[in-house]
T-cell receptor, first 110, second 119 residues
Framework: QKEVEQNSGPLSVPEGAIASLNCTYSDRGSQSFFWYRQYSGKSPELIMSIYSNGDKEDGRFTAQLNKASQYVSLLIRDSQPSDSATYLCAVNSGYSTLTFGKGTMLLVSP | GAGVSQSPSNKVTEKGKDVELRCDPISGHTALYWYRQSLGQGLEFLIYFQGNSAPDKSGLPSDRFSAERTGGSVSTLTIQRTQQEDSAVYLC?????????????????FGPGTRLTVT
């Protein structure tokens, strides 16, 4: 059974710090990896996609992928209170469906 | 362009009644997904439609749940004889899956959801 694991948190960081969110997955054949942000009472919003080993940067967000370790992470630089949300990791393993983790709650304090 | 739309945004129904939830995917997206999210819980996959292929119904929790997709576009999720445990937010997502292939085609975009409350 394909699994995606995330620490439920909450992860608390002060404003301006780097938030590091981690995700591990069980299916070694996984090919595509996604991070979604979900504010309380809202639906998930796609914020990052990564398909090959290494880092991918988009503004204050950096996704990191290490397929050998079956590990994907999301770094948020200069964290803002508006970044406070639940971050969902999702993995695709060659079919059109995604397997989602349960999410990590991030709290950024002013 | 327009995103995924869902209606109604909120639905309150009495136990035992049937409900229909609607999803209109992004234009050109061939894949459509239904999820359920109970309060404080993760996403629970329900059903997946891809083009004209038979849907993947492996996530439907009981035979009270059914879904259809007409003309490869709009989808309706029907819950018969609703129970209190059906109360949740029902989310629809769509993707390009199968159109272009590769990672981009698997990016799922979610609608705003329908909050279902069964009293």
């Amino acid at each position: 059974q394909k699994e995606v694991e995330q620490n439920s948190g909450p992860l608390s960081v002060p404003e301006g710090a780097i938030a590091s969110l981690n995700c591990t997955y069980s299916d070694r054949g996984s090919q595509s990896f996604f991070w979604y942000r979900q504010y309380s009472g809202k639906s998930p919003e796609l914020i990052m996609s990564i398909y090959s080993n290494g880092d991918k940067e988009d503004g204050r967000f950096t996704a990191q992928l290490n397929k050998a370790s079956q590990y994907v992470s999301l770094l948020i630089r200069d964290s803002q209170p508006s970044d406070s949300a639940t971050y969902l990791c999702a993995v695709n393993s060659g079919y059109s469906t995604l397997t989602f983790g349960k999410g990590t709650m991030l709290l950024v304090s002013p | 362009g327009a995103g995924v739309s869902q209606s109604p945004s909120n639905k309150v129904t009495e136990k035992g009644k049937d409900v229909e939830l609607r999803c209109d995917p992004i234009s050109g997206h061939t894949a459509l997904y239904w999820y359920r999210q109970s309060l404080g819980q993760g996403l629970e996959f329900l059903i997946y439609f891809q083009g004209n292929s038979a849907p993947d119904k492996s996530g439907l929790p009981s035979d009270r749940f059914s879904a259809e997709r007409t003309g490869g576009s709009v989808s309706t999720l029907t819950i018969q004889r609703t129970q209190q445990e059906d109360s949740a937010v029902y989310l629809c997502a769509s993707s390009l899956a199968g159109v272009e292939g590769g990672g981009l085609s698997y990016e799922q975009y979610f609608g705003p959801g329908t909050r279902l409350t069964v009293t």
